[in-house]
């Protein structure tokens, strides 16, 4: 079995749940001896939007540079059966059609970084290269410098790649590297399987963007099987995008373990005060308002508390201003975006760790948190809540619940210490070869089952 | 010679409304749920299983008996919300064959926090059997069967009782069987009835399941198994819950039925007999010593404290409650001692238990709650609001120890 996966984001570049799941689930393939030939887009540049820096390109040797340059071909060590590509792409996981378009704009602006612009491909060339293969392409890109040119750039060169590559099975995550997997899957003739670990209706309500649901819509219908990350976003995809229910299968993702309890005593970090923590992209999505107004209530009863926001994301600076206004602007701390080490510090510095996302598909974050001994208080709209008992459950509209809540765990700590007793032992049981195990199912029933 | 001794536990906790930290008002139970539920197990169990039983003994003119356990809590809730159902019970009473036992009014655990409380919920419950049946109980059973050597001494020395009731677990029995009277160690004239629980839960738990090699139960094949233990038993203990009837086994299982024909079966076999738990006790001599040094109860496989008392939050709640015990009493307040002795109704425990939790089971069933996690919440927030209020009637004191959960 040979899988062609288009995903995300590896070590040490993962800014969310979308690269922690391509690398668990890949990861755990490779161990159980599955071939992959992962492809990803290459990150060109620090994002915008956040202050990553990115010191070291991944830390891989450059195998061969394919004679087109679309594309930087490496291996990880701990990897033995996936070879990785990286395609030259301005795409990021967690981008917005209108973020992309500021990105493109700093470029080419930015004399320093025409050359680089030139290496990720101009669009002249897609252009040309795409009329002269329409039919991967489906429509040609008419949109200028735009996200969605690029996804389907992206979807040109994932075919070229493709046509060097023997596999069984393509993997398509996420809306971004659907016309990838359709092209693809149309010139090889292999059944193609798409992961949804978000729909647009999660990241933005009502309000969808026709373009990316049209995609979205276009995958789940070209795609052979469907695989969705919780029964809550299978439910979507049937309500909202007209797939029939035996197509679309579960499979929960897992969580590697990371927890060390001895570092967790060493480090010992603690102030006095009691600390909340968010920890996710400040977006519609993740629910920041409503933290922030539970925060307000848990304050008007508690003084020693500080609400922790780590993330960055467009609603930030409203949350800033949000805060002020409600007098609690000293009681809670915005951090910007975390990685590596910190983001374990500040797991270990939290008492609690709140989920309080309006529509989450998932939600790994969680599991991290349980991981590392931490309370976990999530809404009742995520799909982690599905798998997770030893959790605090809200609606997240329910401030008043959530504030009650989350003073609980402050003030009973028998409480907390039964969540993190229990929690830390039902978090081992999500495994990621359990969901590899269940997608390498799907997929032997697809190429079996002809 | 087996005398078949059948007793029904009757009991409905005084649930908890939802109450958060932000709630001040000192109202903490939940009536309309309370109301309800009491009225829909009336429907489904209390009064079709009172009737049946009322015409059952009328048929058999004395010799078909039973006993009730009835909590001080289900008593109050009856009255205030289905007084049909106390009438039933009164007739019942008037039969002069139905026994009527003694337990904690408030179907507490206070024998393992507070003798003084202990004794006194004791006494609160049997002056209200005395004054609504007319009758002193003379067997004392502890909430959820609850039972160690200490149990029984201190139940000899309140000088009240013949006899106590408990599980027959295996793990205290060994070689014995529970169809005999025993005797606790250190009692002079206390008996032991152990609940036969093989059989009893024929009847609670296995009467429906289909996988169950003996189903469909029928009252002639269990009074087949009854007359098995003729030569090998003087009394057969069949100790369950009330709700058995109608609520656990549904009408349609047949359970009614099965309930109607049992005492004819029985009575067939002419050494066969049906004595309530006092009448045993004073018929049977004790055969030998039962020594329980450890705590049993007849909950789960386990037959111990841990549904009640498994975790962190259960423990602590447990701790606290009892720790206002003083500070409760010294306001005086009446109200204010019969809302915390309403908080130690086992039940608001039970939710809290974790075992099991994530698979599902019987536990959940009996549970208002969506996670032990939420009732625990719930109720330190009550119990945070009651400790407010003592400190409210008595201005200046300062309890020992810190505010509960602080």
Not at chain 1, 145 to 167: C, I, K, N, P, W
Not at chain 1, 274 to 293: A, C, D, H, N, S
Not at chain 1, 392 to 401: A, G, H
Not at chain 2, 27 to 49: E, G, H, Q, W
Request: hydrophobic content about 40%; overall charge neutral; some cysteine.
């Amino acid at each position: 079995m040979k899988v062609f996966m288009l995903g995300w984001e590896f070590p040490p570049f993962i800014s969310g749940g979308l690269g922690t799941a391509c690398h668990g689930l890949t990861r755990a393939m490779s161990e159980l001896g599955v071939e992959v030939v992962f492809v990803l887009p290459k990150p060109f540049q620090q994002t915008a939007s956040d202050h990553v820096r990115m010191l070291t390109p991944l830390q891989v040797k450059p195998q061969t540079v394919s004679s087109t340059q679309i594309s930087t071909s490496f291996v990880q060590k701990e990897l033995k059966h996936v070879t990785f590509h990286a395609i030259n792409s301005a795409l990021q996981p967690y981008a917005t059609p209108q973020l992309y378009q500021q990105q493109i704009e700093q470029l080419i602006h930015q004399k320093a970084t025409q050359e680089q612009l030139k290496a990720i491909g101009g669009m002249e060339e897609v252009r040309h290269w795409l009329s002269q293969e329409p039919s991967t392409m489906g429509q040609p890109g008419n949109y200028g410098g735009d996200m969605y040119t690029e996804v389907h750039r992206y979807a040109a060169s994932a075919v070229r790649l493709s046509m060097q590559e023997q596999f069984d099975v393509i993997h398509a995550h996420d809306w971004m590297t659907y016309p990838a997997g359709i092209a693809v899957s149309a010139i090889s003739g292999k059944p193609l399987v798409i992961h949804v670990h978000s729909t647009e209706y999660d990241r933005s309500g009502e309000h969808v963007n026709p373009l990316i649901y049209d995609i979205e819509r276009r995958g789940m219908h070209a795609a052979r099987k469907i695989i969705a990350v919780s029964h809550m976003t299978r439910n979507i995809i049937l309500a909202r995008y007209g797939i029939t229910g035996d197509k679309v299968e579960v499979v929960y993702n897992g969580v590697e373990r990371n927890g060390d309890a001895s570092q967790y005593n060493k480090i010992g970090i603690r102030s006095d005060e009691k600390i909340v923590l968010f920890l996710g992209r400040i977006t519609m999505q993740k629910g920041p308002e409503y933290f922030l107004m539970a925060a307000r209530k848990v304050l008007e009863v508690m003084d020693d508390v500080k609400f922790v926001m780590a993330g960055s994301g467009d609603m930030m600076h409203r949350m800033i201003e949000m805060a002020t206004q409600m007098g609690i602007g000293g009681k809670v701390l915005f951090t910007g975006f975390l990685h590596g080490k910190d983001v374990q510090k500040v797991f270990q510095m939290a008492d609690l760790y709140v989920m309080p996302s309006v529509s989450e598909p998932f939600g790994i974050a969680p599991l991290e948190a349980l991981n590392y001994d931490v309370p976990v208080l999530i809404s009742k709209q995520s799909g982690v809540a599905e798998v997770l008992h030893h959790v605090l459950k809200v609606d997240f509209w329910d401030i008043s619940e959530m504030a009650n809540k989350i003073l609980a765990v402050l003030k009973y700590p028998p409480l907390q210490l039964t969540l993190r007793e229990h929690g830390n032992f039902e978090v081992r049981k999500l495994r990621w070869s359990d969901a590899a195990k269940k997608c390498i199912k799907v997929y032997q029933e697809m190429t079996q089952g002809g | 010679m087996p005398s078949v001794c059948f007793y029904f536990q009757v009991h409905q906790p005084f649930r908890l409304r939802h109450y958060t930290i932000f709630d001040k008002t000192p109202n903490y139970f939940d009536d309309f749920r309370n109301a309800s539920i009491c009225r829909k197990v009336a429907n489904k169990c209390y009064l079709p299983t009172n009737r049946l039983l009322l015409d059952v003994i009328r048929r058999y003119e004395g010799r078909f008996k039973v006993s009730f356990s009835l909590t001080g809590v289900v008593l109050e809730q009856f009255q205030q919300f289905c007084p049909e159902v106390m009438s039933t019970f009164d007739a019942l009473a008037q039969t002069g064959c139905v026994e009527f036992l003694a337990e904690t009014y408030y179907h507490s655990l206070s024998f393992l926090y507070s003798r003084q409380e202990f004794v006194e919920q004791v006494n609160m419950q049997m002056q209200l059997i005395q004054k609504l049946f007319g009758q002193t109980p003379r067997v004392f059973r502890n909430t959820e069967l609850i039972y160690n050597n200490q149990l029984a001494e201190t139940i000899e020395s309140m000088g009240k009782f013949d006899a106590v009731i408990t599980e027959g677990a295996d793990h205290v029995l060994g070689h014995r069987n529970s169809n005999f009277v025993y005797r606790p160690p250190n009692c002079k004239n206390l008996k032991l009835l152990l609940k036969n629980y093989s059989l009893s839960d024929d009847i609670a738990f296995r009467f429906s399941n289909r996988q169950w090699n003996e189903y469909p139960l029928m009252a002639n094949k269990f009074a087949a198994w009854v007359n098995r233990i003729n030569g090998n038993g003087q009394v057969v203990n069949l100790f369950m819950d009330y709700e058995t009837f109608g609520e656990h086994q549904w009408q349609d299982t047949g359970i009614f039925d099965f309930m109607a024909h049992l005492p004819r079966e029985v009575l067939n076999h002419p050494d066969n007999d049906f004595r309530t738990p006092g009448e045993v006790a004073e018929a049977y001599p004790a055969m030998d010593v039962v020594d329980v040094p450890h705590i049993i109860s007849w909950a789960d496989t386990e037959r111990d404290l841990s549904a009640w008392l498994g975790n962190a939050m259960q423990s602590n709640a447990l701790h606290e409650v009892y720790r206002l015990e003083k500070l409760v009493k010294q306001t005086r307040d009446d109200q204010l001692l019969a809302d915390w002795r309403k908080l130690q109704t086992s039940d608001h425990f039970y939710y809290m238990c974790t075992k099991y939790f994530a698979d599902g089971d019987v536990h959940k069933y009996f549970n208002p709650y969506d996670s032990p996690y939420d009732s625990y919440i719930n109720y330190m927030n009550v119990l945070t609001n009651l400790k407010a209020r003592c400190e409210q009637a008595l201005p200046g004191q300062t309890p020992p120890g810190n505010a509960a959960g602080q």
